[in-house]
């Protein structure tokens, strides 16, 4: 049971928009950046955003990310079926150390 | 370029050690927060430790007091020295660079798998 929630699963249609919130505390998101992983099983976890709304060169503007006090969100819009895989948050708890939510599975129907 | 490849998993029965390493390329580990992030089956990522520029070492309360990281600067290498194992430790390790030291992984391995099993 991870200190950062996430809905397990979520599915859209190609060219549609998602959205997939991370919900945590005072002690982790209330008061530090977030960053979002991609991640498909078996393959090296990719940055997706980081400091809450910043993508990495190379990321495309169809990710993005935003913060609204103890809850962060991963915006995808144009939905690929690329983009089926499996999300996560990160950011840093206090009493923890670094810190990442369950996972959402992106299902690209 | 930036690369980063784990090694050492395997097949290990319970109680036993097992030593990771994760040779980096393209950057000095040495300067930078090097963690190991786990994945057991079906399971999401978990932070296991991290090692910090000046030698510093946090781990999970999970493997607190079995685990151990370490680094070789000359061989620019990372390492995890797991003691104890545990069936629960059974997983696809990873190792990856916290950019600023606050869950920023912008470099990670491809894992490598650690079964615990009699």
């Known amino acids: 049971q991870s200190v950062l929630t996430q809905p397990p699963s979520l599915s859209a249609a190609p060219g549609q928009k998602v959205s997939i919130s991370c919900s945590g505390g005072s002690s982790n998101i209330g008061n530090n950046y977030v960053s979002w992983y991609q991640h498909l099983p078996g393959t090296a976890p990719k940055l997706l955003i980081y400091?809450?709304?910043k993508r990495p060169s190379g990321i495309p503007d169809r990710f993005s990310g935003s913060k609204s006090g103890t809850t962060a969100t991963l915006g995808i819009t144009g939905l690929q079926t690329g983009d089926e895989a499996d999300y996560y948050c990160g950011t840093w708890d206090t009493s923890l150390s670094r810190v990442f939510g369950g996972g959402t599975k992106l299902t690209v129907l | 370029e930036v690369q980063l490849v784990e090694s050492g998993g395997g097949l290990v029965q319970p109680g036993g050690s097992l030593k990771l390493s994760c040779a980096a390329s393209g950057f000095t580990v040495s300067s930078n927060y090097m963690n190991w992030v786990r994945q057991a089956p079906g399971k999401g990522l978990e932070w296991v430790s991290v090692i910090y520029s000046d030698g510093s070492t946090y781990y999970a309360g999970s493997v607190q007091g079995r685990f151990t990281i370490s680094r070789d600067n000359s061989k620019n290498t990372l390492f995890l020295q797991m003691n104890s194992l545990r069936p629960e430790d059974t997983a696809v390790y990873y190792c990856?660079?916290?950019?600023?030291?606050?869950?920023?992984?912008?470099?990670w391995g491809k894992g490598t798998l650690v079964t615990v099993s009699s």
């Open positions: 990856g660079r916290d950019r600023d030291g606050y869950n920023r992984f912008d470099y």
């Open positions: 400091e809450n709304t």
